[in-house]
């Protein structure tokens, strides 16, 4: 079994900074891609942005050029560095990893998600 741990969502003003954290922990072999989601309510679930293992990176339109995603493949941890944030990113921010477990084999994990608030 693969945990996924997030953390730093919060309550953030229009024009903010906040930090994602996604640590993973167990069994695992090697780490293939790793992924940040969201879900506002009544919305479902979308792609925020993604890195596969050879380090490039891939954003949705709406975020582009205001978030970063980064890895530390040291740590199993992916972060999600997200500025000038909008009302409309406000939603339950879900990390999501894909590897190889030691003994029993690929994997695809969810983190518990965190919720991100960005209001006046």
């Known amino acids: 079994q693969v945990r996924l741990v997030e953390s730093g969502g919060g309550l953030v003003q229009p024009g903010g900074s906040l930090r994602l954290s996604c640590a993973a922990s167990g069994s695992i072999r090697s780490i293939n891609a790793m992924a940040w989601y969201r879900q506002a309510p009544g919305k479902g679930r979308e792609l925020v942005a993604s890195?596969?293992?050879?380090?490039?990176?891939n954003y949705a339109d709406s975020v582009k050029g205001r978030f970063t995603i980064s890895r530390d493949t040291a740590m199993n941890a992916v972060y999600l560095q997200m500025n000038s944030l909008k009302p409309e990113d406000t939603a339950v921010y879900y990390c999501n990893v894909e590897g190889s477990m030691r003994l029993f084999g690929p994997f695809n994990s969810w983190g518990q998600g965190t919720q991100v608030t960005v209001s006046s």
């Open positions: 890195i596969p293992r050879d380090g490039t990176t």
